[in-house]
C-alpha cells in the first residue's frame, strides 16, 4: 500500500540556522507533491507545489527538492525563526487531480 | 483570497444526537471539496471527496450512512455526523479546490477545522 513518512520526532533548531524536513514515499509515483504547514487546532496553509519533473523550487525562505529516483522530497527553511515553528506536512497527488495523501508531519520547533 | 470557512469551529454533543458542520469557499467557486478527519499527533485522514451536484466519494472504511455530505453549491458542503458517538470525537477539516486553476495543479485551500467532542 502506499506510504508516506516523515520524521515523526520533533525537529528542534536553533533560531538563523536551516531546518531541514524529509518526506518519503513507497508504493506510489506522484505526479505532484505539496507541503503545507498547519498549527495547532488550525488547518494546513499551503505553502509550495513541486511536480514531478522539478527538481527544486523555492519561494522566499523556503526550498524543496524531489526526486523520484530515490522517492524523496526535502524541505528547508533558511534563516529559521522562531515563527516558522509548526507541523509541516507533505502531501502527495497523482495526475488525476483528484485526491492527495498526507504524511503524518514533523512538528518543528524553533528555539530563540 | 481562496478564504474556505467552517462552522461551527468546535462542538459539542450528547452521545446519539446529530451535527452538522458547514464548509464555505468565500472567494472562490469549489467544484471540488474534500473532508478530513484527524486524530490528535496523527495525519489528515480523507473521508470523502465531494463533487457539486454529485454524490459524494467515500474512502474505503467510511460509513456514508454516518457521515452525509451534500455539497448542493459551488461554495458550500455540508457534513453531517449522524447519531454520533464519543470515538466520533476528533479535528473535522474541510478542503476546497478552485475548478477554474490551472490543469495539473492541484493546491487546496483548507478550513479552519471543526472540533467535535461527543459526551
Known amino acids: 500500500s502506499q506510504k508516506i513518512e516523515q520524521n515523526s520526532e520533533a525537529l528542534n533548531i536553533q533560531e538563523g540556522k536551516t531546518a531541514t524536513l524529509t518526506c518519503n514515499y513507497t508504493?506510489?509515483?506522484?505526479?505532484?507533491l505539496q507541503w503545507y504547514r498547519q498549527d495547532p487546532g488550525r488547518g494546513p496553509v499551503f505553502l509550495l507545489l513541486?511536480?514531478?519533473?522539478?527538481k527544486e523550487k523555492r519561494k522566499e525562505r523556503l526550498k524543496v527538492t524531489f526526486d523520484t529516483t530515490l522517492k524523496q522530497s526535502l524541505f528547508h527553511i533558511t534563516a529559521s525563526q522562531p515563527a516558522d515553528s509548526a507541523t509541516y506536512l507533505c502531501?502527495?497527488?497523482?495526475?488525476?487531480?483528484?485526491?492527495?495523501?498526507f504524511g503524518s508531519g514533523t512538528r518543528l520547533s524553533i528555539r530563540p | 483570497g481562496a478564504v474556505v470557512s467552517q462552522h461551527p469551529s468546535w462542538v459539542i454533543c450528547k452521545s446519539g444526537t446529530s451535527v452538522k458542520i458547514e464548509c464555505r469557499s468565500l472567494?472562490?467557486?469549489?467544484?471540488?471539496m474534500f473532508w478530513y478527519r484527524q486524530f490528535p499527533k496523527q495525519s489528515l485522514m480523507l473521508m470523502a471527496t465531494?463533487?457539486?451536484?454529485?454524490?459524494?466519494?467515500?474512502e474505503q472504511g467510511v460509513e456514508k450512512d454516518k457521515f452525509l455530505i451534500n455539497h448542493a453549491s459551488l461554495t458550500l458542503s455540508t457534513l453531517t455526523v449522524t447519531s454520533a458517538h464519543p470515538e466520533d470525537s476528533s479535528f473535522y477539516i474541510c478542503?476546497?479546490?478552485?475548478?477554474?486553476?490551472?490543469?495539473?495543479?492541484?493546491?487546496?485551500?483548507f478550513g479552519p477545522g471543526t472540533r467535535l467532542t461527543v459526551l
Open positions: 478542503s476546497a479546490r478552485d475548478g477554474a486553476g490551472l490543469v495539473g495543479y492541484n493546491e487546496q485551500f
Open positions: 508504493n506510489y509515483s506522484p505526479a505532484y
Open positions: 513541486i511536480r514531478e519533473n522539478e
Open positions: 502531501a502527495l497527488g497523482g495526475s488525476s487531480a483528484s485526491k492527495i495523501i
Open positions: 472567494d472562490f467557486q469549489a467544484t471540488t
Open positions: 465531494s463533487n457539486e451536484g454529485s454524490k459524494a466519494t467515500y
